[in-house]
């Protein structure tokens, strides 16, 4: 994805139309909106890039599990409260690394409100992949895009929306950073955030603009929608003005189109 | 949920819980043969496992001791578990036996009316799951799921339950709808054990196998109408395979019972 985060703008003229005056102000308020989530994002990652060197200078390129889950869950823990952006956080270290074992989770839950499944938690809860015995199929997470993308490209990822029947059984992204020393992956650290809040975050930036705008991902997949006829987890694939989030596979579109002329 | 508990066994604290839960009223000791079977099916309950005692039994399940005995009677019947005397006695899941006793002894807890009706609820929430995936997938992840498919094996029983499974939830994860994806984790969690019994017969797995195959590229098709009909025949045959293994049972007891006509009074 190409950084485009500074749409460069004509200078303003005294003889131009409302029309093109009203697009300009859409145009910007696309590109503030797409600013303004690119931050958020990007303090998460920040967060993961923190997490990520106290493993390498505390743990080294060997650990065992306790010692890891004593590290990860006292950084993780206390993001992990009622309301907040993170639903779930931790790291998921590769066999070789938490030696003797299969793919380690040290991954811990916030406060889960609706549980028909696994019940509703006041407290953060460990993740206990035990409890998913739905997912027997699953042999090996390391397929799965948030484990498998940031292994192939030794990069940040962020995967979704998606339903994640794993851990929360919500609609989700997920934002994963490698961890790697001496060109071995040791894991990857990460972060969900649940798209129904990230909602609360994003909407009120996106109502400032007249023109209706949505967040997608690289697919076109709809993660955050101002525009009624345009549902979260569809897809939008002839947006004609678009401004991509920096630093992630996001983009703002405009839905001015879709709103003029409904299918 | 438990700490640092090892992935060692298949199914967590959670399940066994939920296994031990108090029992509503009617038919208790039914109940109590219903819930061990499923278990053992699903084999949160091992072979060779020894059972809580029959005392520890009827205080989780909140029934009296006596209806507990008439339960492990059953399943001993059925040859499920045995039971050994003596210091080191107890109940204990038999070791070696294959899903057909349990398939006969949970066709016999449970009514036609009641196995028709599962299948099709099952069917109402995977049909619409499999619908929203027909409109909602990218071309990637339809492709995606069709060589997930291709590589999963539906040759034994145990792979092709746990496949067929695997399936149904990647097609309800397509629809893009938790709730979705959260229904049918129950109701596989609820009826999928019995319902998919039907794939001990090695017919329905070639079939299943087939018709999961055409599921899927009538999702890749973005043919949702296709993909729903392919879902409610594949429940529907799952439920006819059930219904005729149960009235060969009932045909069975039958002809080998005494005849009544009328209930004693």
């Known amino acids: 994805m190409v950084p485009r985060d500074s749409i460069q703008l004509p200078e303003r003229r005294a003889t131009e139309s409302p029309q093109v005056s009203e697009r300009r102000a859409a145009e910007s308020k696309g590109a503030s909106a797409a600013h303004e989530i690119s931050a958020l994002i990007a303090a998460v990652f920040d967060s993961l890039e923190s997490w990520r060197t106290e493993i390498l200078s505390t743990l080294g390129t060997s650990t065992t599990p306790a010692a890891l889950d004593d590290v990860v869950s006292r950084r993780v823990l ?26 380690h989770f040290a991954w811990w839950l916030g406060p889960l409100e609706s549980g028909p499944i696994f019940g509703s938690t006041q407290e953060p809860t460990r993740l206990d992949l035990s409890t998913r015995g739905y997912a027997d199929y699953l042999r090996d997470v390391r397929g799965l895009e948030w484990y498998a993308t940031p292994a192939a490209t030794m990069l940040g990822h962020v ?32 972060a969900d955030i649940a798209v129904r809040r990230l909602e609360r975050e994003v909407i009120p930036v ?55 002329n409904p299918s | 949920m438990g700490k640092d508990q090892p992935s060692a066994t298949r199914v967590g604290p959670a399940a066994r819980e939920a296994i031990f839960a108090q029992l509503a009223d009617a038919g ?10 499923d278990a053992i099916i ?51 899941v038999t070791s070696g036996t294959g899903h057909e006793g349990a398939l006969e002894a949970r066709l016999s807890t449970v009514s036609r009316v009641e196995l028709a009706d599962m299948a099709v609820y099952f069917a109402t929430i995977l049909g619409g799951c499999a619908e929203r995936a027909a409109a909602r ?68 797995r070639e079939s299943t196998a087939r018709v999961n ?49 009328h209930p004693a009074p």
């Open chain 1, 78 to 103: 206390p993001l992990l409260t009622d309301d907040a952006l993170l639903i779930g956080a931790g790291f998921i270290a590769s066999p070789d690394y938490v030696h003797g074992r299969d793919v």
């Open chain 1, 206 to 260: 996106f109502l400032t603009s007249h023109e209706p705008l949505a967040l997608v991902n690289a697919d076109g997949r709809v993660v955050v929608s101002g525009e009624a006829s345009v549902a979260p987890g569809s897809l939008v694939r002839d947006a004609t003005s678009w401004w991509d989030c920096a630093g992630t596979p996001l983009r703002v579109v405009s839905l001015g189109a879709i709103r003029d």
């Open chain 2, 137 to 204: 997938s990218t071309d990637d992840e339809g492709d995606r799921l069709a060589t997930w498919l291709s590589g999963a094996s539906f040759d034994s029983p145990a792979a092709a339950r746990a496949n067929t499974g695997g399936f149904y939830l990647e097609v309800a994860v397509l629809s893009q709808s938790p709730r979705l994806v959260r229904e049918q984790i129950r109701v596989q969690a609820e009826y999928g054990p019995l319902l998919l019994l039907a794939l001990d017969d090695s017919t329905e």
């Open chain 2, 28 to 37: 208790r000791a039914e109940q109590v043969a219903r819930r061990l079977t």
């Open chain 2, 42 to 92: 699903l084999g949160v309950l091992e072979d060779g496992e020894r059972l809580p005692s029959e005392t520890e039994l009827a205080r989780r399940f909140g029934v009296a001791v006596i209806t507990v005995r008439e339960g492990l009677g059953m399943l001993r019947e059925s040859r499920l578990v045995e039971t050994r005397r003596g210091r080191d006695g107890g109940s204990f």
């Open chain 1, 159 to 190: 995967t979704g929306p998606y339903v994640d029947h794993l851990c929360t059984c919500d609609y989700i992204l997920t934002l994963t950073l490698p961890v790697l020393a001496e060109d071995r992956m040791l894991g990857v650290i990460g």
């Open chain 2, 213 to 261: 195959a055409s599921i899927a590229d009538a999702i890749r098709a973005h043919d949702g109408e296709r993909a729903r009909e392919l879902v409610l025949g594949q429940l529907d045959a799952h439920s006819r395979g059930l219904l005729r293994a149960k009235d060969a049972l009932d045909r069975e007891a039958v002809t080998s019972g005494p005849t009544r006509l």
